[in-house]
């Protein structure tokens, strides 16, 4: 069966600090990859997704970045985190075969202070 | 365009009675649709998905979904809730068919309270 492992689950940064949210998917192939984020109180905003390795669409201009260096593996990152960076980030996957049904994995939480 | 609406942000039951919450979607196309729970401080998890088949769809944990075409319409429903059942819910629809990346349209949540 699938699974999907996102980590960390929490973490605490200074303003300005780097940020590498990393997520990874088992048991499928050439898997669709996103990042989602959810502000406290807010609904889930798209912030990447790939459909393969290499390629990535941002959906919102920030200051965060995401990489797919391997088939199931995905990265957000941020050279300097802002204050507005703070929330749940969700990594997700979905495949065609699965009638495109999106998997979530469990978040990270993330504070800038 | 594609769109869905959750028509309560908040819905309190009584432990044991039923729950429904409510959804409209927009969309052009037969879409998929979708529902979520997501409990304090977790990932969403899928509680069952419409995907042109049958049109009452049961999911897990006790939870059924209808599909009214001619409603636009996919409330989610429970006989009766349970104190495990208070979390966030989400119903989401597919985009279009032609959108290569599968990009879901969520809608904005609804919060279910259940009181002893």
């Known amino acids: 069966s699938q699974t999907i492992h996102q980590w960390p689950a929490t973490l605490v940064q200074p303003v300005g600090s780097p940020l590498s949210l990393e997520c990874t998917v088992e048991g499928t192939s050439n898997p669709n990859l996103y990042w989602y984020r959810q502000a406290a109180g807010r609904g889930l905003q798209l912030l990447f997704y790939?459909?393969?390795?290499?390629?990535i669409s941002s959906e919102v201009p920030q200051n965060l970045s995401a990489s797919r260096p391997q088939d199931r593996q995905f990265i957000l990152s941020s050279k300097k985190l802002l204050l507005s960076d703070s929330g749940f980030y969700l990594c997700?996957?979905?495949?065609?075969?699965?009638?495109?049904?999106?998997?979530f994995g469990e978040g990270s939480w993330l504070t800038v202070v | 365009a594609q769109s869905v609406t959750q028509l309560d942000s908040h819905v309190s039951v009584s432990e044991g009675t039923p729950v429904l919450l409510r959804c409209n979607y927009s969309s052009s196309y037969s879409p998929s649709l979708f529902w979520y729970v997501q409990h304090p401080n977790k990932g969403l998890q899928l509680l069952l998905k419409y995907t042109s088949a049958a049109t009452l769809v049961k999911g897990i944990n006790g939870f059924e979904a209808e599909f009214k075409k001619s409603e636009t319409s996919f409330h989610l429903t429970k006989p009766s809730a349970h104190m495990s059942d208070a979390a966030e819910y989400f119903c989401?629809?597919?985009?279009?068919?032609?959108?290569?990346?599968?990009?879901?349209?969520f809608g904005s949540g609804t919060r279910l309270l259940v009181r002893p």
């Open positions: 997700a996957w979905s495949v065609r075969s699965s009638g495109n049904t999106i998997y």
């Open positions: 790939s459909v393969g390795i290499g390629q």
């Open positions: 989401v629809v597919s985009p279009h068919p032609m959108d290569s990346s599968y990009k879901l349209i």
